[in-house]
C-alpha cells in the first residue's frame, strides 16, 4: 500500500488547512486508517484515525478543532484542522493498516506560525 499525503504548508496561528491522503489500494477496505503527527524533538502522536471496530478517534489536543473524513468515490482521506495552534506544527503523515502490515506515507509538513 502506497501512501502519499498533501496539503501542509505555513499557515497563522488561528487559520485553517485542510490535508489529503491518496493510497494505491481501496480505502474502504483497511482496518484502520489515520493521520499521525510529529513535531520536532518529540515523539510521533496520534491526531485522528478511522477503525472498523472502534470508529472514529481524536487525539486530545485536537479534539473540538480537527475532523476526519473519508470520499469512498475520490479513495481520498482528508484532516480538516481548524483553529491551528503553533503547537500543531509537524510533519503529518497518513497511516493504514491493511491485513495486518503497517503503511506510512511519506509526510507533509504543516507549519503554524505569525
Known amino acids: 500500500v502506497q501512501l502519499v499525503e498533501s496539503g501542509g504548508g505555513l499557515v497563522q496561528p488561528g487559520e485553517s488547512l485542510r490535508l489529503s491522503c491518496g493510497a494505491s489500494g481501496s480505502i474502504k477496505s483497511f482496518n484502520l486508517i489515520g493521520w499521525y503527527r510529529q513535531a520536532p524533538g518529540k515523539q510521533r502522536e496520534l491526531v485522528a484515525s478511522l477503525s472498523r471496530s472502534v470508529g472514529i478517534s481524536y487525539g486530545d489536543s485536537v479534539k473540538g478543532r480537527f475532523t476526519i473524513s473519508r470520499d469512498d468515490a475520490k479513495n481520498l482521506l482528508y484532516l480538516q484542522m481548524n483553529s491551528l495552534k503553533p503547537e500543531d506544527t509537524g510533519v503529518y503523515y497518513c497511516?493504514?493498516?491493511?491485513?495486518?502490515?503497517?503503511?506510512w506515507g511519506q509526510g507533509t509538513l504543516v507549519t503554524v506560525s505569525l
Open positions: 497511516y493504514a493498516l491493511f491485513l495486518g502490515v503497517e503503511n
